[in-house]
C-alpha cells in the first residue's frame, strides 16, 4: 500500500472483491425481507383513525419537514404531483391539512398539517410506537435495542437514497 492509500474493505475483510459485492446484495435481501415483514406487521398494528397509507405518509411529511408545495409532496413520495390530488383533497376537507397560496409566487401553494392532523398523526404513531416498543422489550436484548438505536438513522439515509 502506498501512503496516503487505505486498504479496501474487502482487503482488510480478507474477502475479495467479488465475494463482498455477493454479502452487499445478501445483506440487502435480508434486510429487504425484514423491513417488509416489520412493516407488515405495524400495518396491524395501526389504530383505525380512518386514513389511509398514503394520507398518514403524507402528514407526516409536512409533519418533519414544515410547509410544503404539493410538487414537493409528491417528490418526497416518490409519486406524481396528479397521484396525489385525491388524497391532498381529502385531506383538506378533513382539516387534516392546511392549504395557502406561497407567498413568494402566488401561483403555487403551501400545504401545512393543522392542529387536528397533528393530533390524528400522534394517535396513529402512539399507537405503533407502543406495540413496537413491547414487542422489543420482550424479545431483544438490551445490546440488541441498542444496535437497532444506531440502525435507524442508517436506515432514514437508506430511504432517501
Known amino acids: 500500500m502506498t501512503e496516503g492509500t487505505e486498504a479496501r474493505p474487502e482487503a482488510r475483510q480478507g474477502t475479495s472483491p467479488v465475494d463482498g459485492t455477493r454479502a452487499v446484495a445478501d445483506s440487502a435481501t435480508e434486510l429487504r425481507r425484514s423491513v417488509i415483514s416489520l412493516a407488515r406487521r405495524l400495518r396491524l398494528a395501526r389504530n383505525e383513525v380512518g386514513l389511509t397509507a398514503l394520507e398518514l405518509s403524507v402528514l407526516g411529511q409536512l409533519h418533519r419537514r414544515g410547509a410544503l408545495t404539493p410538487g414537493e409532496v409528491a417528490a418526497a413520495e416518490r409519486v ?70 444506531l440502525a435507524g438513522p442508517l436506515l432514514e439515509r437508506l430511504a432517501d437514497a
Open 80 to 149: 406524481q404531483p396528479q397521484s396525489l390530488t385525491r388524497t391532498l383533497a381529502t385531506l383538506e376537507t378533513a382539516d387534516l391539512m392546511s392549504r395557502e397560496p406561497d407567498p413568494a409566487d402566488g401561483r403555487r401553494s403551501l400545504l401545512a398539517i393543522t392542529e387536528y392532523g397533528q393530533a390524528a398523526l400522534r394517535a396513529e404513531m402512539e399507537q405503533r410506537d407502543n406495540w413496537l416498543a413491547a414487542a422489543m422489550a420482550a424479545e431483544l436484548t438490551a445490546t440488541e435495542i441498542g444496535l437497532l438505536r
